[in-house]
């Protein structure tokens, strides 16, 4: 197959700073309360001495993905010590590698569980004990930490384990052909290799994404060795963990949805990395799969608990939607990776609606408190995530501090504090501008340095300013994203209207820049009422409101109760107020609704409409941002309302 690839690369985080607005905030709030807290939280629960290997029988096990934490905080660190430096919690993070660099064993190998608790088993399961996604994990942190301070020692570490991995797992003679459970090293190889050059880093990866599935398979053949009888695997389907076919044959996201997101993600690095047209057109498919049966409008992914994972099309179910913070992060990661092959804003516009909505309701407004599932509705009583007690402390989902399994934190934390990186990309002589907020960049664009600079209170104003500054004139295209939420725009360059029509989600602006040249970019942003899929039953009936990329939902704090009652009638006139004193300022949306209530019910459960008097109470309802839900007093929450 000829290579239709066209590859773009991302703008470093290293090289956008985010000046206020959204992100500023969000990220400001990550670096000084979010990142601390997880690092308290890190050393609270034993997961940064568990790196002295010294647990001894009769004490708390430290779980298998442990190191993952490890992981993804410091790697959350290393990008928020270029935008905020911390001596002290540099310092933190320079112990806890020295602590990881004395856990390394002599043959190079690392990990907290399988040194220290039960050394015998190492990697005698890689089916369900997470030993390559905490290595992929490792080396993330161990690159962002090396990219944002010079220092390579923890990036030598891993270098050294990933090199034992790379001598026992491979397709030549005397190599195991296996691969992970939980796909996570296969992105980060591909890191490691961009970091390095070693394509040995890039071969592995692909090896690994081409070995998943194949026959005779590697799980079977794993579990007949530990003795087990792999019919018997406790997730009943390699479907799961995205094994029950090899890759280039699957055509439906299924299965645990972060294994899912980082799978694709690694499989979408390896089809840019080497050309690979057949490859790229299976993530495409996967990619529409996706995003047209299976995800919610808040970018959320993965409907249900019992696989933390995908159903079937048009499942979405909103009081027990599971959509763990992770697969909305695994989904930024992808979309990216996805525009990286193929520039077309389809999968920035998921990716949008993935940041301002199902990842960044992961935190609290504060930056200390975090959701594991983000559902779209909440009612005293229901819990999305059941399996940890302690959560319904007052009957109502709440954020939590931490979590035993506390993947979600970092995560988050590690993508606000290298959101900066979303924003632009650039291909041979073309910027591509994906996310608007203010912020100044230093971008290489054909071969010419130029900084620039946007203004703007996206997402609740419409209007973005950019400026250009070079050194002196310089060719280019400005590629501007048109979200797809977005029917009516302008755009002008230094006061004069530009008149070009979107392609691929972009409209390019080829000229001359000069320095100080100033494009003006206003996306009308009216609010709108969304419907899903006939098919989407869990839906029917009902709206949600979304203005520009932000989802909204009614709370019991602003609305009352029984929001189920709601309706806002199609002849509800809506309006986005900005209010100063809501969250630093942001947009909600008032307008009329109704509140249908009998007058004359009994005791029953239930009674015949046609004895049933309704008083239809009038009122002033306020939406507010889908992400903020659960920052006030605990109450009911709805983002698809009743409409009729
Ligand atoms: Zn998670």
New binding site residues.
């Given amino acids: 197959m000829i290579s239709d690839i066209q590859r773009s690369t991302a703008v470093s985080w290293r090289q956008v700073t985010l000046t206020g607005g959204f992100w500023g905030e969000r990220q400001q709030t990550n670096s000084s309360r979010t990142i601390p807290a997880i690092y308290k939280q890190m050393k609270d629960t034993g997961r940064i001495d568990a790196w002295r290997l010294d647990w001894k029988e009769g004490q708390p096990q430290p779980h298998i993905f442990w190191d993952s934490d490890a992981g993804k905080s410091i790697e959350a660190a290393a990008y928020s010590l270029t935008t905020n430096p911390n001596p002290e919690l540099e310092a933190q993070v320079d112990a806890l590698i020295d602590l990881i660099e004395n856990a390394q064993q002599p043959d190079g190998y690392l990990n907290i569980f399988y040194t220290a608790v039960e050394p015998e088993n190492r990697l005698t399961n890689l089916r369900d004990r997470h030993e390559f996604y905490d290595a992929g994990h490792l080396v993330e942190g161990a690159v962002a930490y090396y990219e944002a301070t010079g220092k390579r020692k923890l990036l030598d570490v891993l270098a050294r384990y990933i090199e034992f991995i790379d001598a026992r797992y491979g397709p030549n003679e005397g190599q195991v052909r296996g691969y992970d459970g939980h796909p996570e090293v296969e992105l980060a190889l591909v890191r490691l290799y961009n970091a390095t050059g070693e394509k040995r880093y890039l071969d592995l990866s692909k090896f690994f994404v081409d070995e998943r599935g194949q026959q005779p398979h590697f799980f079977d053949l794993e579990a007949q060795e530990r003795g087990d009888d792999p019919t018997k695997f406790w997730a009943q389907t390699y479907r799961y963990c995205q094994a029950h076919l090899p890759v280039r044959e699957q055509t439906e996201a299924c299965g645990h949805s972060?294994r899912a997101g980082y799978l694709y993600a690694g499989m979408a690095d390896i089809a840019a990395e080497t050309g690979d047209a057949e490859l790229k057109r299976v993530c495409q498919q996967l990619w529409d799969d996706l995003t047209q049966h299976q995800m919610y409008v808040t970018g959320g992914l993965g409907p249900a608990h019992s696989n933390e994972g995908f159903t079937f099309a048009y499942d979405l179910p909103n009081e027990t939607a599971y959509a763990?913070?992770?697969a909305a992060c695994a989904l930024v990661f992808w979309a990216q990776r996805m525009f990286q092959m193929d520039p077309s804003s389809r999968y920035i516009d998921v990716m949008e609606r993935a940041l301002y909505n199902g990842m960044i309701s992961g935190v609290s407004w504060e930056g200390t408190q975090f959701f594991?599932a983000n559902p779209l509705a909440s009612y005293p009583g229901v819990n999305p995530f059941d399996r940890w007690s302690g959560i319904l402390t007052d009957r109502h989902y709440r954020r939590s501090d931490w979590f035993d399994c506390s993947?979600?934190p970092p995560?988050l934390a590690r993508l606000v504090a290298s959101i900066g990186g979303y924003f632009y990309a650039t291909a041979d002589d073309t910027l591509y501008v994906h996310l608007y907020n203010s912020n100044q960049a230093d971008v290489t664009v054909a071969g010419q340095n130029v900084h620039l600079t946007q203004q703007t209170d996206y997402p609740w104003d419409e209007n973005v300013r950019l400026t250009v500054g070079v050194e002196r004139p310089a060719a280019f295209e400005l590629a501007l994203r048109i979200p797809d939420w977005c029917r009516d725009y302008s755009i002008s360059v230094n006061g004069a209207p530009v008149s070009a029509e979107a392609a691929s989600g972009y409209v390019r602006i080829q000229r001359t820049w000069a320095n100080g040249d100033e494009v003006t970019l206003r996306l009308a942003m009216p609010v709108e009422r969304v419907a899903a899929h006939p098919q989407a039953r869990q839906n029917a009936g009902q709206i949600a409101l979304q203005r520009g990329p932000v989802v909204y939902c009614l709370e019991e704090a602003d609305n009352g109760p029984r929001l189920a009652n709601v309706v806002i009638p199609p002849t509800a006139q809506l309006t986005a107020v900005r209010e100063a004193d809501l969250f630093n300022g942001v947009a909600v949306i008032t307008g009329e609704a109704q509140r249908g209530e009998p007058t004359n019910w009994g005791t029953g459960l239930y009674q015949p409409v046609s004895t049933t008097e309704y008083q239809q109470e009038r009122f002033t309802f306020r939406a507010i941002p889908y992400c903020f839900w659960a920052n006030r007093q605990p109450g009911e929450m709805r983002v698809w309302i009743r409409h009729a």
């Fill in positions: 972060v763990e913070t992770c594991y993947c979600c995560n």
